[in-house]
């Protein structure tokens, strides 16, 4: 016991030659190493990826192997890995972490925030390629370009008449339906589309201006 060796901190200092960083263990600082290398030792021998680092290697595994370790206790679905188990319990917990610093709203991702938050800037980066508009959202643009195809597929059963897309077809089965569900908050009007409701609703606002 006595020829054993008593852990030192100076003499066991690494330190990369490239960035300065210093390691406790020898093993780590070759592992930081493929950093500035760009070696990746580590590779899968099912699809051949590699990686710098065993542990993403054995991460990565789980997408050949079907291996799930990360259960949720709330609905059994598991996950992988356990940043994707954390996220998915905020559906059950409701937490919604990400805020709008412009109107407070919050949100469950930091995704959904960033979609958002294009309300504020008026940014509109989706664009058509056969026209100049413009668009917040992606669907609203794979919706637009259904336009140019001219393609009339949603065929409304009461009268055949056609549509391109479902949701025109929605608005025009309200003529069959007599459904009307947009009220008027002011005389109780009924109305099949927002647009005539906010149109009616100018001759209220013509009666009792502010």
Not at 55 to 65: A, E, G, K, P
Not at 74 to 89: A, D, E, I, T, W
Not at 168 to 197: N, V
């Amino acid at each position: 016991m006595e020829n054993e060796e008593k852990f030192d901190p100076a003499r066991t200092c690494w330190t990369c030659t490239e960035c300065g960083r210093s390691f406790t263990c020898k093993r780590s600082l070759v592992v930081h190493m493929n950093i500035h290398t760009g070696e990746k030792p580590h590779t899968c021998t099912e699809c051949g990826k590699s990686f710098r680092q065993s542990s993403s290697l054995y991460q990565h595994m789980r997408i050949h192997t079907g291996q799930k370790k990360f259960i949720c206790d709330q609905c059994g679905l598991s996950f992988r890995q356990s940043p994707h188990l954390k996220r998915h319990m905020m559906i059950h917990t409701g937490e919604k972490t990400h805020k709008c610093d412009q109107c407070c709203k919050t949100f469950l991702r930091a995704s959904g925030l960033k979609v958002h938050f294009r309300v504020h800037t008026k940014e509109k980066p989706y664009s058509c390629s056969l026209c100049v508009k413009r668009f917040t959202h992606k669907q609203n643009l794979m919706k637009h370009q259904i336009v140019h195809t001219g393609v009339r597929e949603f065929v409304c059963f009461e009268c055949e008449k056609t549509f391109i897309s479902a949701e025109h077809l929605k608005l025009h089965q309200r003529i069959h339906t007599g459904e009307k569900p947009y009220e008027c908050s002011h005389c109780y009007k009924r109305f099949s589309r927002s647009g005539h409701l906010k149109a009616h609703e100018r001759v209220h606002v013509g009666e009792n201006p502010c």
